[in-house]
Nanobody, 116 residues
Framework: QVQLVESGGGLVQPGGSLRLSCISS????????LGWYRQAPGKQREFVAG????????NYADSVKGRFTFSRDNAVNTVYLQMNSLKPEDTAVYYC?????????WGQGTQVTVSS
């Protein structure tokens, strides 16, 4: 079993920044599928950013391109989402996802609220 714990969410004003972290209880070195998703109230969960192949470059949803940056640090089993120029429409619960040995795992989510 793999546990993922997200952190870094909170309340931020429009135009502000947050960095989300997701720590895995097991090594993510071998994972080629990692990402961040989000779910706003009344909406379906949607892909935000991540990678889907070995050595692949991160992919981003059109709505966050140029503002969000996905990264990983295998040494500390952590994936990150740097979010800049935040907008009210970025408000959602953000979840990290990791695929290991053919199984997919989700974190519990962290709330991001963008409001003045």
């Amino acid at each position: 079993q793999v546990q993922l714990v997200e952190s870094g969410g909170g309340l931020v004003q429009p135009g502000g920044s947050l960095r989300l972290s997701c720590i895995s209880s097991r090594s993510i070195f071998s994972s080629n599928v990692l990402g961040w998703y989000r779910q706003a109230p009344g909406k379906q969960r949607e892909f935000v950013a991540g990678i889907s192949s070995s050595g692949g470059r991160p992919n981003y949803a059109d709505s966050v391109k140029g503002r969000f940056t996905f990264s990983r640090d295998n040494a500390v089993n952590t994936v990150y989402l740097q979010m800049n120029s935040l907008k009210p429409e970025d408000t959602a619960v953000y979840y990290c996802y990791v695929s290991l040995n053919g199984y997919g795992y989700w974190g519990q989510g962290t709330q991001v609220t963008v409001s003045s």
